[in-house]
């Protein structure tokens, strides 16, 4: 199958860079499971951390919002508090429906470049495409700390966006590393299952925030207008910039629950390392603090590393490839340094910054890399 464009992803950015380029009449093949990584990376009934108000999938138009969707369910227009990942799957499913959106399941094997065009394996058949957009998500890029993963048995430490094994939670203590909004929630999870649950983090006192009361449309025109003015900055005022805007938080709500369920905390905590015996798991501090655990969960994020990425580890398109910090370099409208090659979401971090890390960075991406990019090629 030909075609001029090829999306490789179908989450949230996905799904945005697939309307957007129905809209533009752009010739279009959307590869991936609609939002795996929601279903399968994240733990049910796990809030998402974007404000109701701009918990959008983006079109070219108006669009299908999740206001419209909880109209059409006959509820309240408008979600009070913070959004249950069940209803946003919901609200996916259906903007995909809407949007006439078809996804090709097979998993794509081979990205490569022969003369004038990208030829991608998929399921056992050959496509072709003009333009690719990468937006894998960050299913591909979870960031465990060496001192984890080097020190323990695999079987004794997940990373947040992973299940609990099947020896259950009850009663077992529970040491989660990170000072970010995935560490509270996967310690909720974790307490709510019956553990004895530490927080460990780097930082001495948590950043504590409520987006919850962040306005609507004002919100959705702001993030829109300054990840435009980041976008355009030269790449030694961006980057500095774009890390002063990203600091570690916490919300309101889940520190308020964690301390609900007794989630102990052990902040301050650096330079650690790990030990395993038949008492289970010690973390020593540098301090002299020490703590005890069965196992470990790592709520540390996710770092891009191009050079692990299943579709370019190893390839002449790595080689080609300009890269930053394991990042690609691009231009503003999300083209990389190989002629057709583009990048979205979390991908993206170098040029779009921190709003790249969630649902609401969409929408922004989408025009410029389609409406502004690949529609004026």
Known sequence: MKVALAIVGAGPYGLGLAAHARGAGISCQ???RPMSFWREGMPEGMPLRS????????????????EAHLEARGGPGAARGPVPRELFLEYAEEFRRREGLECTAGRVDVLAREGDRFVLQAGGERHEATDVVLATGPALHPWVPPQVSESLARSSWRHSSEPPGPEGLAGARILVLGGGQSAMEAAALSARAGAR?????????LRVVDSRGIPGRGAIALVHRSTAVLRRLPAGLRRPLARLLAPTTVETWSHGVLRGLGVGFCLGARDGTFDEGPGGIHLRLADGRGLAADRVVCGTGYRVELSRHPLLAGSSLLAALRTHDGLPVLDDRGRSSVEGL????????????????????????????IDRGVARR
């Open 30 to 32: 959307l590869f991936g």
């Open 51 to 66: 404000p109701p108000a701009l918990t959008l999938l983006s079109t070219p138009g108006a669009g299908y919002t999740l």
């Open 197 to 205: 649950v530490t927080v460990v983090a780097r930082a001495r006192r």
């Open 342 to 369: 583009w990048f979205a979401g979390l991908l993206a971090w170098d040029r779009f910054g921190p709003a790249s890390n969630f649902v609401f960075g969409a929408p922004a991406q989408c025009r410029a890399i």
